[in-house]
């Protein structure tokens, strides 16, 4: 947590971009054009996602190595445990290892597509806790280790309209402990609309001992069925105020956009006005969404598009 302890001291804000993996060529070259100018502005770090049931392994990889040596952007790869045996486990992380990316956010995942539950393949894990633990004891400190949190509960274990009970909550924030306690260094949290919910969230984290930065996942709306589709699959809350916002203006693309900029930058000084001083942004590979909550919020210069980073040697940014 280097680099994010090092912001705090210099009140400085830190902030990463999440990408996934494209399904075209073309879109992958696309991609890092829009990584190279989103970099310029100084994330913390960039991280890049593992399809659903290991779908993109190898395009995840390419593109990590990628982002990491060429972009030179300190760089986190999401793993999952769906359909990966050890063995594949194993040569996932000796191949970003080998290409010196040192942080990973270790997932269980969801189900493959068209199955609705998770399955444990044989010689596998099966959930992410046992995939933290087997990190630490195969590769020692040389990984930072990020997992993910949830601020409403895992979906899976909300069942009706009114989100989780407390009970199976008390449950989700007991067992990301133990996610915490067995080798994990951040926390990046799944997105959420309510900001109340996630700070209570970072609040019942701290009463039963988490202490590791929990960074609060932002997805800002770019569009109407998009932000529907997401919120239904993860179950988030949406407060009414955001559909009363929303409903007048879903058909118009450029207003759901810049409603999806206020909103993210009212969401975030909330969040910074606590004294939070990390935020994650679910870019959906967008590039102006992002940027322009960022510059409303003054963390980057709107002026600034091109970049003269030298070329640095990679380090593991979550360990002191
Ligand atoms: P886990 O931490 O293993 O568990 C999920 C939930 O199951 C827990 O919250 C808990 O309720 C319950 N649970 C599991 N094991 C136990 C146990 N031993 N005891 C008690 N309760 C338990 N998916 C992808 O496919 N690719 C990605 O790149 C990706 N990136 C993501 C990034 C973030 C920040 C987030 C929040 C999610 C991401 N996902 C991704 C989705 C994620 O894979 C799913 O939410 C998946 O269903 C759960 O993964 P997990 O690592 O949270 O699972």
């Known amino acids: 947590i280097e680099k994010i302890q090092e912001a705090a001291a210099n009140g400085r804000t830190a902030f990463s971009f999440e990408y996934f993996p494209p399904k075209t060529e073309e879109g992958v070259e696309n991609l890092f054009e829009r990584m190279d100018r989103m ?40 793993l999952t445990c769906t359909n990966m045996p050890v063995e594949k486990i194993d040569s996932a992380l000796d191949a970003i290892k080998s290409n010196g990316i040192q942080n990973v956010l270790a997932l269980r995942g969801d189900p493959p597509h068209g199955q609705d ?11 992410a806790l046992d995939l933290v633990q ?58 959420f609309y309510d900001t109340d919910i996630f700070l209570k969230f970072v609040n019942d984290c701290r009463q039963i001992g988490i202490t590791c930065p929990i960074v609060p996942g932002i997805m800002p709306i770019n569009n109407y069925k998009g932000f529907i589709r997401m919120t239904g699959f993860c179950k988030t809350k949406i407060p009414a105020e955001i559909t009363a916002a929303l ?31 990390t935020l ?31 070329w640095r040697p990679p380090t593991n940014v979550f360990r002191v």
């Open 39 to 78: 970099v310029a502005h100084g994330p913390n770090f960039c991280d890049i996602t593992w399809g659903a049931g290991g779908s993109t392994a190898d395009v995840t990889l390419d593109i990590a190595n990628r982002m990491q040596n060429m972009v030179c952007v300190e760089t986190m790869m999401h």
């Open 117 to 127: 539950k998770f399955v444990q393949v044989a010689g596998g894990f099966s959930c």
């Open 134 to 191: 087997h990190i630490r004891a195969k590769y020692g400190d040389y990984f930072g280790i990020t997992v993910a949190g949830y601020p409403e509960a895992h979906p899976e274990v909300i069942l009706g309209e009114e989100g989780a009970t407390d009970e199976a909550y008390s449950n989700d924030l007991a067992y990301l402990k133990r996610k915490v306690d067995a080798g994990a260094d951040l926390i990046v949290t799944q997105l």
């Open 247 to 277: 409903e007048p203006i879903k058909d118009n693309e450029e207003a759901v956009k810049a409603y999806g900029i206020h909103l993210g930058t009212e969401m975030c000084k909330k969040i910074l006005a606590t004294g939070i001083n």
């Open 280 to 310: 994650h942004l679910y870019t959906l590979n967008m590039e102006k969404t992002a940027l322009a909550i960022l510059t409303n919020l003054g963390l980057i210069e709107e002026s600034k598009l091109s970049r003269t980073l030298p």
